[in-house]
Nanobody
Framework: QVQLVESGGGLVQAGGSLRLSCTASGLTFSRNDVGWFRQAPGKERQFVVGDSASGRSTASASSVKGRFTIARDTAKNTVYLQMNSLKPEDTAVYYC??????????????WGQGTQVTVSS
């Protein structure tokens, strides 16, 4: 059984940074495409960043490009989302996902439970 668990969310002031973690059990991240999504209240789930298993392709939403990066720690079977220069509009529940690549949530097979990120102005 595959389980993804996110952590690292919290409250941060605008301009600050957070690093989210997503640890997997029952799935090896190094062999899977992964992605981070977010969902604000009343809005659809939005693609943030994605990374192919080969590491040859990474995609980012235009709203986070240059501020958010994705990284993997193979030994810990963990994927990270480093978020810098945070803005109030980045406030959302952040989800990690695996089993697909790209910006369409329905294509991903596995999801974490989400972690709340709140950016105060």
């Amino acid at each position: 059984q595959v389980q993804l668990v996110e952590s690292g969310g919290g409250l941060v002031q605008a301009g600050g940074s957070l690093r989210l973690s997503c640890t997997a059990s029952g799935l090896t991240f190094s062999r899977n495409d992964v992605g981070w999504f977010r969902q604000a209240p009343g809005k659809e789930r939005q693609f943030v960043v994605g990374d192919s298993a080969s590491g040859r392709s990474t995609a980012s939403a235009s709203s986070v490009k240059g501020r958010f990066t994705i990284a993997r720690d193979t030994a810990k079977n963990t994927v990270y989302l480093q978020m810098n220069s945070l803005k109030p509009e980045d406030t959302a529940v952040y989800y990690c996902a695996a089993g697909s690549y790209g910006s369409i949530p329905l294509q991903y097979l596995y999801w974490g439970q989400g972690t709340q990120v709140t950016v105060s102005s």
